[in-house]
């Protein structure tokens, strides 16, 4: 006898490298039609006790198969300092965990800002206020010593910054300028604060995404220093 589909239980591997569920298959197709779950996105299924990618399953190839069917709409560009969507996030991958509703929910607490190429956004040593989501464009960070612009690195699409200051409450380290026309979500510590006291569970979200950024910030850079260390070694 076939198992019946409204009692199958999945759990989901997500792009955060957290397990989600376990979840019935309504919820895991109400995923997949909010690119939460996608064609390479590891399933669990209890009955089959095996993980397998979400594009090779019999229950979802066909909600796979409509949604790719459906017409791409041709949308105007939005307006330079319109609010941003849920569809402006979705297209990054440390935003796949999070529903439709979260996200909604986030974006009440954002405004969006805009900057051109060589633009001010952020000037060292002043107050931090804020932190900023990279949603299209890119930025440079930089120092200006003795009247040279020393380049720190560029930040794209998808990337965060200014979020240490805010956090620690410590005056800007460095300069962020506009690299191209780019557009910012931008997160003020007032706004962050009230997220915190009116939505714990979301508040806890958004800081363990922006400790696990962190996280992966700092073992890049330890990486790169023990790369230089090693290549500065010499034998005696």
């Not at 399953?57 to 790719?68: I, V």
């Not at 709409?73 to 297209?91: F, G, I, N, T, Y």
């Not at 900023?132 to 200006?144: D, I, P």
């Not at 009230?194 to 363990?208: K, T, Y």
Request: glycine share 6%; proline share 4%.
């Amino acid at each position: 006898m076939a198992p019946n589909p409204t009692d199958q239980v999945f759990k989901v591997w997500s792009s955060d490298d957290l397990i989600y569920g376990p979840v019935d298959l309504a919820t895991l197709v109400q995923w997949l039609q909010e690119s939460r779950v996608l064609r390479d996105t590891w399933i669990h299924s209890q009955a089959a006790n095996d993980w397998v990618a979400a594009g090779e399953m019999e229950e979802l190839r066909n909600h796979f198969e409509t949604q790719e069917s459906q017409p791409q709409v041709d949308e105007a560009p939005a307006a330079p300092q319109a609010a941003a969507s849920v569809q402006d996030l979705r297209v990054f991958e440390r935003f796949a965990p999070y529903s439709n509703e979260e996200l909604k929910r986030f974006l009440g607490y954002c405004d969006v800002v805009t900057a051109q190429k060589g633009e001010l956004i952020i000037k060292k040593g002043d107050l931090s206020d804020a932190m900023f989501l990279v949603l299209s464009g890119e930025v440079r960070a930089r120092l200006k010593v003795g009247g040279h612009d020393n380049s720190l690195g560029n930040i794209g699409a998808g990337e965060l910054f200014g979020e240490v200051a805010m956090l620690s409450r410590t005056a800007r380290s460095a300069d962020v300028i506009g690299e191209s026309s780019t557009r910012l979500l931008r997160l003020s510590a007032e706004a962050f604060q009230r997220l915190i006291e009116e939505d714990p569970p979301l508040a806890a979200r958004i800081l363990f995404n922006i400790c696990r950024s962190l996280a992966t910030r700092l073992s890049d850079r330890n990486i790169d220093l023990q790369k230089d260390l090693a290549s500065a070694f010499v034998w005696r």
